[in-house]
């Protein structure tokens, strides 16, 4: 069983950066794709970035240049830098692991603000 535990979000005015945290518990960390994704009120959740396994980042254009990934292995914990924040960037942040089809998990979410 694996259990995912998002830290860092808060509130902070446009332009801002904040730092996500994702710990992860069990064995599983280190040979799997680790993501983040958000969901703001009324909206779809969405993918913000991803790495694999090796460490291949991916971002969706909207993102791409202001968040940064990374992931360390020796401590179960994936990052997100964010930068540059705007305020459509607040949402509840949630960090996934998957392995494969069985083996998906998520966590509670942490909220970021963004607002003057």
């Known amino acids: 069983q694996v259990q995912l535990v998002e830290s860092g979000g808060g509130l902070v005015q446009p332009g801002g950066s904040l730092r996500l945290s994702c710990a992860a518990s069990g064995s599983l960390f280190s040979m799997s794709t680790m993501a983040w994704y958000r969901q703001a009120p009324g909206k779809q959740r969405e993918l913000v970035a991803s790495i694999t396994s090796g460490g291949t980042t991916n971002y969706p254009d909207s993102i791409k240049g202001r968040f940064t990934i990374s992931r360390d292995n020796a401590k179960n914990t994936m990052y997100l830098q964010m930068n540059g924040l705007k305020p459509e960037d607040t949402a509840v942040y949630y960090c996934?692991?998957?392995?494969?089809?069985?083996?998906?998990?998520w966590g509670q979410g942490t909220q970021v603000t963004v607002s003057s």
């Open positions: 996934r692991l998957w392995r494969n089809a069985a083996s998906e998990y």
